[in-house]
């Protein structure tokens, strides 16, 4: 877990709160992810970075604010969510030469939207 | 959206039996690897296999990929309880994406 981490491991927020998760990665990886894992669900994609800009943004809500200020840190920055953007929230890193290699996770962040 | 879809969804096996599981893909690949993820935990990447490759081992995982099939299996021989865990395959094409399938969960008995 020493290669991508990610504070903090557990939130509890009400729907009218403010939050910011955080990542950070000491592998150098030029690339750096969002998911999100629901019960049951597959992995969903959320942000994509590279090099500091983003690349993909695939359809989430507003409510989900990210930020890559350099290429080891990442936020995701929340604010009035849902119940049901209640999950585990985890981020990811890697080397991107022509095409998607092999992703480092960090051991996520499990939030709980009141 | 979702690309890989594994097969089966929930594996039952005794200590030092073999568990196999398959993937399958919609579209053509660039690579694809096979995560594994314990009970609430971050994600452990395992092997990634390209598309020019037909059969990987890692230890006691065996993968291989049928690109005419675009399907793949993960083997794991001589379980061990440490093996209780989901197993999710992803495949990656020339972008930014990994899609990842719903996983198989895999249960092994002392």
């Known amino acids: 877990e020493t290669g991508v981490t990610q504070t903090p491991r557990h939130l509890v927020m009400g729907m009218t709160n403010k939050k910011s998760l955080k990542c950070e990665q000491h592998l150098g990886h030029n690339a750096m992810y969002w998911y999100k894992q629901s019960a049951k669900k597959p992995l969903e994609l959320m942000f994509v970075y590279s090099l500091e800009e983003r690349v993909e943004n695939n359809s989430v809500p507003s409510r989900f604010s990210p930020e890559c200020p350099n290429s080891s840190h990442l936020f995701l920055h929340l604010h009035t969510l849902q119940p049901e953007d209640s999950a585990l929230y985890l981020c990811a890193s890697s080397q991107f030469v022509q095409g998607v290699g092999e992703q480092f996770f960090g051991p996520g962040t499990r939030l709980t939207v009141l | 959206s979702q690309q890989g879809e594994e097969d089966p969804q929930a594996l039952s096996i005794q200590e030092g039996e073999n568990a196999t599981m398959n993937c399958s893909y919609k579209t053509s690949i660039n690579n694809l690897q096979w995560y594994r993820q314990n009970s609430g935990r971050g994600l452990v990447h395992l092997i990634l296999?390209?598309?020019?490759?037909r059969e990987k081992h890692s230890g006691r995982l065996r993968v291989t990929l049928d690109t005419s099939k675009k399907s793949s299996s993960l083997l794991i021989t001589a379980s061990r309880a440490a093996d209780t865990a989901s197993y999710f395959c992803a495949t990656a094409s020339n972008d930014y994406k990994l899609s990842f399938g719903a996983g198989t969960t895999v249960t092994v008995r002392a």
């Open positions: 296999i390209r598309s020019n490759e």
